[in-house]
């Protein structure tokens, strides 16, 4: 009997701690801001958000970044690209994050 909870117990382990979830990459998501923001404004916006919450961050070109952030040995690379009207993000890389093309480790 308590080689079948064992058995169990282990089993329940390597499932749970190997769960995966759909990417969320956002499509082109309309925003609202005042006519007085400029591209410089949410450029600087979205660095200081990302960095807060411990993303790197590299302008690629005007209105696009990519912000990357690493923990041990995973790493996620996401692309953001936006304007006055709108972004858009998207998953570009993943290290050690069971990354499928479709799916990634659960948080």
């Known amino acids: 009997m308590r080689t079948v909870v064992r058995v169990v117990l282990i089993a329940m382990?390597?499932?749970?701690?190997?769960?995966?979830a759909p990417v969320h990459n956002v499509p082109r998501t309309a925003i609202t801001v005042p006519v007085t923001v400029t591209?410089?404004?949410?450029?600087?916006?979205?660095?200081?958000?990302?960095?807060r919450e411990g993303w790197r961050v590299?302008?690629?070109e005007s209105g696009k970044i990519h912000a990357?952030?690493?923990?041990?040995?995973?790493?996620?690379?996401?692309?953001?690209?936006?304007?006055?009207?709108g972004y858009s993000?998207?998953?570009?890389?993943?290290?050690?994050l069971l990354y499928d093309g479709a799916h990634i480790h659960k948080a």
Do not use: F, P
Not at 39 to 51: F, G, I, K, N, P
């Open 13 to 20: 382990l390597v499932a749970g701690g190997c769960r995966t």
């Open 39 to 51: 591209m410089a404004d949410l450029s600087e916006a979205l660095w200081a958000a990302s960095r």
């Open 58 to 60: 590299r302008e690629l």
């Open 68 to 85: 990357e952030k690493t923990l041990r040995t995973h790493r996620a690379l996401v692309e953001i690209d936006y304007d006055t009207q």
């Open 89 to 96: 993000m998207r998953l570009v890389e993943a290290d050690n």
